[in-house]
């Protein structure tokens, strides 16, 4: 009967092994995702990085960045791209209904296949432009969506007609 205690042990090595298996590949799915967040948080970093190097450039710091990008191209050559808020601002131009922040990405990615911003900056660059009054944001249930914020129309008073 020594064929028994043999045969038992092999199957506890055998269950020890699978069980020790399914655990490393957990372990592997983990770390991949928390890699798969850490590329994306660099992308995130690497873009707050350009746009402080962009505001470097411009040597009054009150100037907004549309206006600091205007002034880049003739100091740097147009090698220079637009900045992502402006890009984004474009892409809800073109649309008059609200849109999620996946649906302005998949389009950017479209239009702009040389920029592949993650998920994340898009959405943190969306919420900068709600900050700055420039996009407004729609809850819909769980959805968020953006559009364009609506500008009041300036109205010239006959006031400041006089200093023209």
């Known amino acids: 009967m020594t064929s028994q205690p043999a045969a038992t042990l092999r199957s506890r090595y ?4 699978a069980s020790d298996l399914e655990e490393n590949r957990r372990r592997q ?3 991949t995702d928390k890699i798969s967040a850490l590329r994306q948080e660099e992308a995130m970093l690497l873009d707050i990085l350009s746009l402080a190097e962009r505001y470097e450039v411009s040597p009054d710091p009150s100037r907004v960045p549309e206006q600091t990008h205007a002034t880049v191209p003739g100091a ?6 637009s900045l992502l808020g402006s890009v984004l601002l474009e892409l809800l131009a073109g649309h008059d209904e609200p849109r999620l922040a ?3 990405r998949e389009e950017l990615l479209v239009k702009h296949p040389d920029r592949s911003p993650t998920p994340q900056v898009v959405r943190n660059t969306l919420e900068s432009l709600v900050a ?3 996009v407004q944001r729609h809850k819909q249930q769980r ?3 953006y559009s364009l914020a609506k500008r009041p129309e300036l109205r010239v008073s006959s006031a400041s007609k006089n200093f023209d």
């Open 29 to 31: 799915r983990e770390l």
């Open 143 to 145: 959805a968020v969506m």
């Open 14 to 17: 055998v269950e020890q092994a």
């Open 76 to 81: 740097k050559g147009a090698s220079r791209r």
């Open 132 to 134: 700055k009054g420039r």
């Open 102 to 104: 996946k649906e302005v």
